[in-house]
T-cell receptor, first 120, second 106 residues
Framework: QVQLQQSGAELAKPGSSVKISCKASGYTFTSYYISWIKQTTGQGLEYIGYINTGSGGTNYNEKFKGKATLTVDKSSSTAFMQLSSLTPDDSAVYYC????FGVGRAFDYWGQGVMVTVSS | DTVLTQSPALAVSPGERVSISCRASEGVNSYMHWYQQKPGQQPKLLIYKASNLASGVPARFSGSGSGTDFTLTIDPVEADDTATYFCQQSWNDPRTFGGGTKLELK
């Protein structure tokens, strides 16, 4: 069965970076893009961008350019998102999700989410 | 960005029919999707491209609409449907989500 397994919770200091992972299983990794989504109580769900897991090509929401960097390791079927220059506003739950072009580019499977807390 | 507007909350009794609306600030063709999120869980895809039931989703859920106005309907509502429901469009960049409608059962 399709699974997206994300790494564990992160506690980071302002100004630092974190890199979270999303390991896929149960399907051909390079046949689907992976998107990343931020969820906060105040702002709801925000789309960060996607990575083409085959080519490594990326597309970012303008709001997250310079904040998020998406990469992929095809050998381990894992997608990564690095968040840099962290501020308290980056505290959130971050999800990875599979993009299914066959269903209109909806997010058909989601990881369990990673809570990132930015605090001094 | 395309703004998706949802009512913040609804309360219904089990066995009733409920409709949750989502209005887009600009046209999204039929590229509107619906997700269910229960507390402490990740969102789950219910409906894709406005009216198509995702795999494994009960037929009590249905979707309709095109352009700027979309509706998710649950009929009949069951106790397990207590959750927040989000709409999301994939026609315009960046992809955007509605603020969510929290469904509570009386």
């Amino acid at each position: 069965q399709v699974q997206l397994q994300q790494s564990g919770a992160e506690l980071a200091k302002p100004g630092s970076s974190v890199k979270i992972s999303c390991k896929a299983s149960g399907y051909t990794f390079t046949s689907y893009y992976i998107s990343w989504i931020k969820q906060t109580t105040g702002q709801g769900l925000e789309y960060i961008g996607y990575i083409n897991t085959g080519s490594g090509g990326t597309n970012y929401n303008e709001k997250f350019k310079g904040k998020a960097t998406l990469t992929v390791d095809k050998s381990s079927s894992t997608a990564f998102m690095q968040l840099s220059s962290l501020t308290p506003d980056d505290s959130a739950v971050y999800y990875c999700a599979r993009v299914e072009f066959g269903v209109g580019r909806a997010f058909d499977y989601w990881g369990q989410g990673v809570m990132v807390t930015v605090s001094s | 960005d395309t703004v998706l507007t949802q009512s913040p909350a609804l309360a219904v009794s089990p066995g009733e029919r409920v409709s949750i609306s989502c209005r887009a600030s600009e046209g999204v063709n039929s590229y509107m999707h619906w997700y269910q999120q229960k507390p402490g869980q990740q969102p789950k895809l219910l409906i894709y491209k406005a009216s198509n039931l995702a795999s494994g989703v009960p037929a009590r859920f249905s979707g309709s609409g095109s352009g700027t106005d979309f509706t998710l309907t649950i009929d009949p509502v069951e106790a397990d449907d207590t959750a927040t429901y989000f709409c999301q469009q994939s026609w315009n960049d960046p992809r955007t989500f509605g603020g969510g409608t929290k469904l509570e059962l009386k």
